[in-house]
């Protein structure tokens, strides 16, 4: 069982910055970060793999987030730029055991999630 706890989220303006950060228990070969906001189905933003962090990121968030990961630390990350009244969310850690990892029945294990919202 992999134990993934996320932190970091908050309030911020339009324009502003956060950065997201998910503890893991252990490694796992695929990381990424979804977003849910209410009524609507749980998307995928950005997901790295393996040892050479090979990332993907959502036409969304493309150019405005990075992901990036700690493996000897054992912390993904979420660095979020350039905020938009849309990307305000509950962000959930996510952790898979394949390459490839990008919709929600992909994930093995999810971090509790923390809330993003960006004002005007």
């Known amino acids: 069982q992999v134990h993934l706890v996320d932190s970091g989220g908050g309030s911020v303006q339009a324009g502003g910055s956060l950065r997201l950060s998910c503890a893991s228990s252990e490694y796992t070969y695929s990381m990424g970060w979804f977003r849910q906001s209410p009524g609507q189905e749980r998307e995928g933003v950005a997901f790295?793999?393996?040892?050479?962090?090979?990332?993907y990121y959502a036409d969304s968030v493309k150019g405005r987030f990075t992901i990036s990961r700690d493996n000897a630390k054992r912390t993904l990350y979420l660095q979020m730029n350039s905020l938009k009244l849309e990307d305000t969310a509950m962000y959930y850690c996510?952790?898979?055991?394949?390459?490839?990892?990008?919709?929600?029945?992909?994930?093995?294990?999810w971090g509790q999630g923390t809330q993003v919202t960006v004002s005007s």
């Open positions: 790295i793999y393996g040892s050479v962090h090979t990332t």
């Open positions: 996510a952790a898979g055991l394949e390459y490839g990892m990008r919709n929600a029945t992909d994930v093995a294990y």
